[in-house]
């Protein structure tokens, strides 16, 4: 089946300080050009709207404008690219996930090096992923759907977004852990699959709940499983894969902020204060939950070490890729 090429154009979202607020005596972040975020995914996603809804807050408190931009494509690596040859002023931000772990094995060669051109500065949430399937698919749960894929491998097929994201990796779990053969169908953002899944032109999508749960609460599609060995609190009528006898199958997907390497580290402090601060606002964390995300934060001196411990958690799963081959 083949994926849909849509790419939509870079979306800007520019949030101005007020005159009475800059008149209030806030600095502004270390030069007064505007503080850039690069996401890396297109939009519609998490990673799209994670730093919509920090934007509107780090404005008034960093005393410049904000503006968002996304950078899809290449599995996250146009947007960490330009990140990581921006000037490292703590003037431009990458937003990103999973890709951050995996992409120095998938693409070993950017044109940049992940470890020295990218500094981190603040993990800032967690959200669990859901496998749902279209509502004609017959399966009820994942034991349904792995009968019907091992009577006839690669008959049913699974959207991903690009490699590397969890929606890539959550499709790996369930083909590898469930021991299957499914059909991969690339889409340049997960969120683009969801017409062809409410369709029945793709079967199955792992994506984050606040990507397809209003889907599933609509009836448009259908849940099998919370990708995690803890049932959601935003859904808890719906069980887990560890539940359905996958216990290797999780992954709650997490969303983090990196600037250009080089930064110097009072100014990545500052931006990480500052992060930290708004993520502590009632009226943020209101607007996450309300999407199924949580607040998981992390400083710049954590994030470094756990992103260290993803990439050695993923490089199994990616050795023995469906889809993908990392080079020896």
Known sequence: MAARATMPLAVLLISSVSVAYAASGTENWPGAKPLRFEAGSAAGGVIDLVPRVLSNYLSPSIGVPVIVEDRPGAGGNIAAGFVAKATPDGHTLLVTGSNQVVNPTLLPNPGFDYERDL?????????????????????????????????????????IGPIGTPNHLGAEMLAQYGGIDLTFVPYD??????????????????????????QVRSGALKALAVVSAQRSTFAP????????????????????????GGTPAPIIARLDAAIAKVLTLPEVRAAFAKQGIDIFYMNAQQLGPFLHAEAARFSSLLKHSRVVKPPQ
Do not use: H, Y
Request: glycine residues 6%; proline residues 9%.
């Open 189 to 214: 953002g997960i969120a683009l699959a969801i017409p062809d899944l409410m369709a029945g032109r793709v079967n199955l999508a792992v994506g984050a709940m606040s990507t397809f749960l209003p």
């Open 119 to 159: 500094a981190p500065v603040s993990m800032v949430l967690s959200v669990k992923l859901l496998l749902v399937a279209a509502p004609s698919f017959p399966a009820k749960s994942i034991t349904d759907l792995i009968q019907i894929a091992r009577q006839k491998p690669k008959s049913v097929s699974i959207a």
């Open 237 to 260: 009528d719906i069980p887990t894969s560890a539940e359905a006898g996958l216990p290797e199958m999780r992954f709650d997907g997490w969303i983090c902020i990196m600037t250009t």
